[in-house]
Each structure stands twice: as structure tokens, then as C-alpha cells.
């Protein structure tokens, strides 16, 4: 079994700062880590993801993520974010082996709010 | 990557109802998962449901409460019954695209019990 925690539940910033949004997981086994994202009243988009290889991941709208697996983590960064980016983020896992696929464990979700 | 339609995309329900919602995904899928997000939390897994078996239930969640049908590989339903204001969230549908690694999802029903 795996499990996730996501160590902010809100984070304010303001435009065109940076922003890291970070995420712990827990497992036995290896795993595959997400981000999605979820603007208000919609479904979930998946902003990237890390299988193997490279530990630095890019995804959509200019996000990147780093696997750290000493850490254990699977933090979410941006260098400078828009308006356009105010939306819930969370990071999921799954277990890397073929019988879990498509079933994702979510981390609590992270509140990103983007001011002018 | 696979697109999901949802009906009802919302509904507000009386107590002791039942709700039926549907998940229809333009391709054909193995798995179908149905996932639910309560007010301010994180989503989480209600059942993994394979065409032609029976679904299968994390721990938690009831057959009797949410019973759930694949009658083939691009539908599915999943009912909540004998609602409860508890039961007032968003529930997902969910597939993996076909040899992927990742889950597509729906844009979700949004339930509120009163």
C-alpha cells in the first residue's frame, strides 16, 4: 500500500514569483508520482509525471518536478506563475507493478492562490 | 487520451434517494474506476469496476451502498443509495489510457444531499 502527504494545504503567492509545492510519499514498492490539477468546477488534468529515468520531470504550463527517492518526495515547482495557475494541485501515486493500473493513491491536495 | 462524459454532471438530492450516475468513455477500457472527493478533501477510491465481473470494492465502500454496473468496455454506473447529507461530494470517473500509466478522468458529478 502506498500513501501521500502534500505538506501545505494553501499556499498564497504572488505573480510572477516562483513556487514549490511539495509532496511526500510512502511505499513498499516502486511506484509511478503525478501532479494533476484541478481548476475550480472541473475535472482533474494531469500536469506530469515521473515513471523512471531522468529525476527531473517537465510538464504542462511551464511545471517541472523532481524525484528525490532518498527523500521520498516528489515536489512540484514553477519559476514564475500567472493568475492562470490558481487551482488545487494534487500528487498521486500508484504502485508500478502491471496489476494496479489506473488505480492512483491522491496526497490531500494543495490550494495554489496566485495574487496580483 | 481518452475523453469521459459524466451525467448528471450535478444534482441536489433528498435524503434517502438514490442517484444513478453515468461514465461514458469514447474508447474501449478493461478498468473503469470510480473515485470520491469529499467537500475539502482528497479523492479517494471507491471501486475498480471490470467489464463482465463484479466490481471490486476498497475498504470502506459497500456493494450495498454503491453498487456499480459495466454492462460493456465504454460504460459504467455508479449508484449511490439511500443517500445521507455525508454522502454530499464529487464522485469521478476514471480510465487508464490504453498501455498507460496514468488516469484520465471525467469532469465529475457534483452531489449535494439535503
Known amino acids: 500500500a502506498q500513501s501521500v502527504t502534500q505538506l501545505d494545504s494553501q499556499v498564497p503567492v504572488f505573480e510572477e514569483a516562483p513556487v514549490e509545492l511539495r509532496c511526500n510519499y510512502s511505499?513498499?514498492?516502486?511506484?509511478?508520482l503525478f501532479w494533476y490539477v484541478q481548476y475550480p468546477n472541473q475535472g482533474l488534468q494531469l500536469l506530469l509525471k515521473?515513471?523512471?529515468?531522468?529525476?527531473l520531470v517537465k510538464g504542462i504550463n511551464g511545471f517541472e518536478a523532481e524525484f528525490n527517492k532518498s527523500q521520498t518526495s516528489f515536489h512540484l515547482r514553477k519559476p514564475s506563475v500567472h493568475i492562470s495557475d490558481t487551482a488545487e494541485y494534487f500528487c498521486?501515486?500508484?504502485?508500478?507493478?502491471?496489476?494496479?493500473?489506473?488505480?492512483?493513491?491522491f496526497g490531500q491536495g494543495t490550494i495554489l492562490t496566485v495574487h496580483p | 487520451s481518452a475523453v469521459i462524459s459524466q451525467k448528471p454532471s450535478r444534482d441536489i438530492c433528498q435524503r434517502g434517494t438514490s442517484l444513478t450516475i453515468q461514465c461514458q468513455v469514447d474508447?474501449?477500457?478493461?478498468?473503469m474506476f470510480w473515485y470520491r472527493q469529499q467537500p475539502g478533501q482528497s479523492l479517494t477510491l471507491i471501486a475498480t469496476?471490470?467489464?463482465?465481473?463484479?466490481?471490486?470494492?476498497e475498504s470502506g465502500f459497500v456493494i450495498d451502498k454503491f453498487p456499480i454496473s459495466r454492462p460493456n468496455l465504454t460504460f459504467s454506473t455508479l449508484t449511490v443509495s439511500n443517500m445521507s447529507p455525508e454522502d454530499s461530494s464529487i464522485y469521478l470517473c476514471?480510465?487508464?489510457?490504453?498501455?498507460?500509466?496514468?488516469?484520465?478522468f471525467g469532469q465529475g458529478t457534483r452531489l449535494t444531499v439535503v
Open positions: 469496476a471490470n467489464q463482465g465481473s463484479e466490481a471490486t470494492y
Open positions: 515521473y515513471l523512471s529515468g531522468s529525476t
Open positions: 498521486a501515486v500508484r504502485d508500478a507493478g502491471g496489476t494496479s493500473y489506473g488505480k492512483l493513491t
Open positions: 474508447s474501449q477500457v478493461t478498468m
Open positions: 511505499s513498499s514498492v516502486s511506484v509511478y
Open positions: 476514471s480510465v487508464p489510457p490504453p498501455g498507460g500509466t496514468e488516469a484520465f
